[in-house]
């Protein structure tokens, strides 16, 4: 990374925004930015909500991290958070899912691997290591750009969606709080997973286990972390062992970490799913966010 | 034009040397109340006659104008002529400042705004025209108002000159004392004050003297009216006294008169009696005299005869005599054996007679004394004058009697058994009141007086019952129900007789009792009353009982709290194999190889389900409690409405919302059961402590792990009626409540 001094690098990062969209959204402002990544080397779109009460002090912070196929525009425009990040004050950040453009070969051929498949992992192997380092984008380079360009306290950070177990046990104390919908929760033994972390991290399986949640947990310390999931019960993914939430939920039974787990009776693995249980999410992460 | 000339030369005259007075003399003099009250009217008179004659003529009309003129100008001619001898310039000038001071703005400002100043005096002018204060000042100003007015119409154009000689007016004023001397107690000009004798003195503005005057007077006016209403109420006083006097010595004449007369008839009517006894005794001894005194003379005569019947035998032949004399000796023997009485059958003196006048030495006495008197009035019972073991009676005595005291008689009044008479009792006092003790609580009792004198004892008085207060009631501190909003405070009455109502007193708790704020609720027909209180306080809460006779005294306290809920478990629900601990907060269910035997079905216990339910306040607000629990146990939780079937298992129907646990083969599984469906939903770590929080505002009900703050299910429930926490154990272990805790900030969010 070039050494520069803090302030120069938040002028840099400043300058770097570039505004796509803007529109009012209860109260606040959904708006698209769209900046050069140092972690990614290509552009990148990210969206976020600018809550009202963001023009009078600062807000926390919840991150999206969404799944498989999504760009930015996705969540924004699909789950209807809107609201319950209004009422509790929330700026709401959702990166794209990847990086896009970058021309790395095989990168668009296939719908689970490569752009709009992230799975939010710094690959190590080729060709990809140079672009695939969503995972530091993530939980470093865009939490930087956001904490400088907006009024957010990072002190309250929280993350939720797809990435955002991996994220948080990781990287214990970072997050308030942690949630997910349907997450692919130990992909060491379902075929998505296994085709992404073979791309991106190699063969040697036991690189993958630093982004396997199940893994994770068993060596996450005793602190408090209070993990929301719901989970589709006609999921085809489910289904199809693509998430296999069991594994997950013995590992945090034996581990003692607090889950609670909520098998909803007749949802998929759509937007429709997520859009019934946003508002749970949020007020899960405001108990901890406006605690 | 030589009325007008000369009429100004008159002017001139009036004010020789300083020409502002000229009009203050023409215009005032006349008005001052204390030289010539009588003439104002008059004077006003004038006026308006030459108003009303000004304005049926017309302005334009120049030979009524000058008619009119004429006239005007006599009458201003007049006043001037009266003032020229009557009052002089020192005159006015002491009189005049104090009528305009209070009224005028100030010197200064005077100067910088005529035109304001013209504006002030007339308005002056017709303010006091029109309150008609009689002060000589306002009347005066008012009428050169008139006067000033009457030129205007009589002369048009001319009228200015008149202008100018009223103008100065205000000038002339202002120069006038504008300052009070207050060591000379007199006002003086401002200018003065630099050289005169005043300089040394203290002044202050002449209207501030005036105020403190006004108040000194007003003070003093309104302490001579207080005493006017006293010496008035005094007054009034002694005429009721006057009268009564009257009326009492009246009384007290008659009083003397009759009983005088009585004794006179008593005396005289002795008199009688005694002559007439005298008489008819005196009558009785002459008449035995007489009678003794006829037949005195009969002996004698028989006496006599014989002697001369023995002389005339003496006399006769002794044949004869012989037989005479046997027959005579026969006869004489026959007379001398009869008896002569001599004894004198009556004595000439009587015997002592003692004349018997107690009964009039009674009658004196009684005058001294008073007639017995008549029966007391006894009132009805005073509110709130009764204790639990005592009441006051009252009575009063018609104002003629006299009385040493009064005999106070009561029993209790029992309908039960009016065969067995209750033991009467009787106090002697002096008061027409009595403190009566030592009586039982919320009794009846009848009550009568009689008032005793020398004369002897009144008749009884009615008979008024009266009532002790009731006995304190007793709270039942093991069923206060409570909430951050509200008690539900129950008690036992304390008395076997029903009372009128019941008083809530409470106090908040931290203020110290003597300061401290009580509230009371009162009226309260039955056994239990739900108070509205303010969160986060603790109180104390007593209860009285009250009844006709007054309040009972407090109850024992009981403390509240209002922090979080507050309530126990009701025994009356719970079922056979469970056992509920002394503070009603533990569920234990024992190992005892239980006899598996159904207990009967009922509706309020529970029969077939292991459970019990708890009594929450009915309150639609928000209540959080927690429950402990063994992470193996297997339990449920949650709330049901207070018919829920009692033979069904909670959660079984739709009348009960439940979280239930079972352990079976290391597993645990969570079900939130209500009308037998439950979502799917794991729990990774089994709660030790779970929070249940009941919101009535928005229907929910909330299961949490109070440890991690963990939510772990929200019902969305349609409570139409009110709920209450409920309990089971499946199987032996034990359920601790905690409550009366304050609601975590985590379950806020939900």
Sequence with gaps: ?????????????????????????????????????????CKMKFAVYLPPKAETGKCPALYWLSGLICTEQNFVSKSGYHQAASEHGFFVIAPDASPRGCNVKGEDESWDFGAGAGFYVDATEDPWKTNYRMYSYV???????????????????SIFGHGALICALKNPGKYKSVSAFAPICNPVFCSWGKKAFSGYLGKDQSKWKAYNATHLVKSYPDSQLDILIDQGKDDRFLLDEQLLPDNFIAACTERKIPVAFRLQEGCDHSYYFISTFITDHIRHHAKYLNA | MEEES???????????????????????????????????????????????????????????????????????????????????????????????????????????????????????????????????????AGQCQDLREVYRYTHGRASEEYECYVIPEEEDEEEAADV??????????????????????????????????????????????????DMENFANHLEEVFITVEENFGKQEQNFESHYNEILETLAQKYEEKIQALGEKKKERLEALYGQLVSCGENLDTCKELMETIEEMCHEE??????????????LGKFLKTKTDVEISAQPDFEDQTLDFSDVEQLMDSINTI??????????QAPNSATGSSVRVCWSLYSDDTVESYQLSYRPVQDSSPGKDQAEFTVTIKETYCSVTDLVPNTQYEFWVTAHNRAGPSPSSERAVYVTAPSPPIIKTKEIRSCEE???????????????????????????EASGVTESVVGIPTCESLVQLQ?????????RALNMGGPSVRSEPATVHTIGSYFRLNKDTCHPWLAISQDGLTIIRSERSTPRREPPPSDTRFTRCVAVMGNLIPVRGHHYWEVEVNEHLDYTVGVAFEDVPKQEDLGANCLSWCMRHTFASSRHKYEFLHNRTTPDIRITVPPKKIGILLDYENSKLSFFNVDLSQHLYTFSCQLHKFVHPCFSLEKPGCLKIHNGISMPKHVTFY
């Design chain 2, 180 to 229: 009070f001397c207050v060591t000379c107690k007199t006002p003086i000009r401002a200018f003065q004050k630099v050289f005169d004798e005043h300089k040394e003195h203290e002044v202050i503005p002449l209207s501030e003297a005036l105020e403190s005057a006004k108040d000194e007077i007003h003070k003093n006016m309104y302490k001579l009216e207080k005493q006017i209403i």
């Design chain 1, 139 to 157: 939980t470093e380079e865009l939490p930087q750009l956001i904490n400088a360009n907006f009024p957010v306290d990072p002190q309250r950070t």
């Design chain 2, 486 to 512: 509200a008690v539900l405070i129950c008690w036992e009455s304390g008395n076997l007789n029903p009372v009128d109502s019941y008083t809530v007193e409470l106090t908040q708790a931290e203020s110290p």
């Design chain 2, 371 to 380: 007639p017995a008197p008549s029966a007391p009035v006894i009132n009805p």
């Design chain 1, 1 to 41: 990374m070039i050494t520069v001094s803090q302030d120069q690098q938040l002028d840099r990062r400043r300058m770097a925004l570039k505004q796509i969209s803007s529109n009012k959204c209860f109260g606040g402002l959904q708006k698209v930015f769209e900046h050069v990544s140092v972690e990614l080397n």
């Design chain 2, 535 to 543: 969160p986060g306080q603790s109180y104390i809460i007593y209860v």
């Design chain 2, 6 to 140: 000369g009429e100004e030369l008159g002017l001139d005259r009036s004010t020789p040397k300083d020409f502002h007075f000229y009009h203050m003399d023409l215009y005032d003099s006349e008005d001052r109340p204390q030289l010539f009250p009588e003439e104002n009217p008059r004077m006003r008179k004038e006026v308006v006659q030459a108003e009303t004659a000004n304005e049926s003529t017309g302005a334009g009309d120049g030979k009524a104008q000058s008619d009119l003129r004429e006239e005007v100008e006599e009458l201003v001619h007049l006043y001037g002529l009266e003032d020229d001898h009557e009052l002089g310039d020192e005159f006015v000038d002491e009189n005049m400042p104090k009528m305009g001071v209070s009224e005028y703005p100030p010197y200064g400002m005077k100067r910088r705004d005529p035109a304001r100043e013209q504006r002030d005096w007339r308005l002056s002018g017709e303010a006091a025209e029109a309150e008609d204060l009689g002060f000589g000042g306002w009347g005066s």
């Design chain 2, 318 to 331: 002794k044949v004869d005599f012989i037989k005479d004399a046997v027959a005579m000796a026969d006869r």
